[in-house]
Each structure stands twice: as C-alpha cells, then as structure tokens.
C-alpha cells in the first residue's frame, strides 16, 4: 500500500506527462497531420493529372524503366545500322584508286586538260565502234572545264570521272544517239554525322534517242557496280564505274517510230571530299 504523499505524487505526475501529450498533440502532431493530408491529397492529384497526360500522348504508354531501357537498346541498334548502311554507301559511290590519287594530288592544270581530251577520244572512239551519234561538240559541253576563280580545283578530277562514266552508260547500252549533255551546278551536303567528310554531288542532263528498251537499260545501269551489272546481264561501261543517280527523266515516244524514245533525264554521282575530314 502507498502512503498518500506518494500516491498523490504519482497522480501529479499523470497528470502532468497527459498534460504534455496533450500539448504536444494539439500543437505539434495535429497540424503535421493535417499537413500531410493536404500534402497526399495534391500528389493524388497531380498523380491522376499525370496519369491522364500520360494516356493523352500514345507514345509515352507503358512508359517505364525496362521499356526505356529496351527503346535505348533498339536506338543503339538503328545507329549502328545507320552507319554500317553510310559505310556500305560510301563503299559504292567511292572512286576508283586512281581517281582518289589525282584528287588528293596537288592540281595540274596540263595534266587535267591532257586527261580530258584523253577521255573524249576514248568516249569517241567507243561510240564510233558501238554505232553511237556522238558530236564532239557534246563531249567538249559535257566534260567540265578549269575556271581561273575555281576554288575546288582538286575536285573537278572527280566530276570529270562522274560525267565520263554517265556517258559511257549511255554507248555501252546501244543509245542511237547523244543528242546533248550539259553539266549543272555542283550541289554540297555535309556529313551524315559529325566528323564524316562532305559530298559532292555532280550532275549531268543529258538527252539520248534510241529504242525503248535501251533507255530502260540505261536508267537500269545506272546505280550498279560492274559485277552487279553482268549478273543481270546489262552490258558493262567501265571496271571503274561507281553507283550513278536518276534524279529525273522524261521518256518520250517517238511518234514516227513507236520502237523508239527519247530520253531526258538528270543523272548524278556522289564524291566525298575525304581530304576535308574533321578532327
């Protein structure tokens, strides 16, 4: 049994520790608690905002971090794809070794207009033997010549290679006639990426006359490569042809003879200027 004193110190002391809690509950417990309610209630809120945002918008369904993951993973893929697919580009429109060597060369302005006529002589001499109408006047036209406020002067080695080659299309696949062949202005695209070097893409129109079915194996010719070309059985130009481009045509019947057409088209091949890489 406890004596009164101590009992009636005891209650003092409850009353006293309920007094406390009670302060601390009213002062301290019930606002954080009120708090907190307010608190959950606005992230409720701005997760339902969210969630409804998030079915607005069909491609950030089934967003999470695996799926994230997976999408990096299939980015990574599509760019090694992108650049194994520009490797094997720049394999077919590369020149031939011996047209790099004369592009990298310092500019001989003797040397080029030796190797010019050169070529026209050959281009002649090739039609002659095919049974192909081809006036010197075209070729002097068609083959580009040095300008004095040329700045690129390395690079008219590659357009001459790209417009003897189109030519050489054009004789190899018994065209009747080259009636005209003029040269457009070069046209320059940057690299795909950064670092990679910039093309060069030169463009010649030319006109031809002869059967239907040799200006349809003209245009065919035009982006294969020589051993792509015998496999479908199309006559071949050059072991040095690189990939040619169609950018328009127009083919024509003729009315007198329906057997033959007439065509008109743009055709362009691509050079990278692999002296400018970046570092």
């Not at 010549?145 to 040329?150: A, K, L, R, T």
């Not at 057997?259 to 088209?265: G, K, Q, S, Y």
């Amino acid at each position: 049994m406890y004596r009164p004193h101590i009992l009636f110190r005891l209650q003092l002391a409850v009353l006293a520790a309920t007094g406390v809690l009670t302060i601390i509950f009213l002062f301290f417990y019930h606002p954080l608690s009120r708090r907190e309610a307010l608190i959950n209630t606005e992230i409720k809120g701005a997760w339902q905002r969210l969630a409804i945002l998030n079915a607005g918008f069909r491609g950030t369904l089934g967003m999470d971090l695996e799926t994230t993951r997976a999408n990096r993973r299939l980015a990574e893929k599509s760019l090694a794809a992108l650049r194994q697919a520009a490797s094997q580009a720049s394999e077919r429109i590369a020149l031939a070794q011996e047209w790099k060597d004369r592009v990298h060369q310092p500019f001989a302005l003797l040397d080029y207009n030796y190797k010019r006529q050169q070529l026209i002589q050959e281009l002649q001499q090739m039609a002659q033997a095919s049974q192909v109408a081809l006036d010197p006047a075209v070729c002097n036209g068609a083959f580009p010549e040095y300008q004095p406020n040329q700045s690129d002067s390395a690079q008219l080695w590659a357009q001459m290679h790209v417009v003897d080659q189109i030519l050489r299309v054009a004789v190899a696949n018994k065209a009747k006639a080259i009636k005209s062949a003029t040269l457009l202005p070069t046209l320059n695209t940057p690299g795909i990426e950064e670092g990679r070097e910039p093309i060069d893409e030169f463009r010649l129109r030319v006109e031809l006359s002869g059967s239907a079915s040799a200006m349809l194996n003209f245009m065919r010719s035009l982006p294969l490569r020589p051993g792509e070309l015998a496999a479908l059985g199309l006559p071949a130009s050059s072991e040095a042809k690189p990939a040619l481009f169609l950018r328009r045509f127009v083919l024509k019947r003729d009315l007198a003879d329906p057997n033959d057409a007439t065509l008109d088209a743009i055709v362009s091949g691509l050079a990278a200027r692999e002296g400018e890489m970046k570092p």
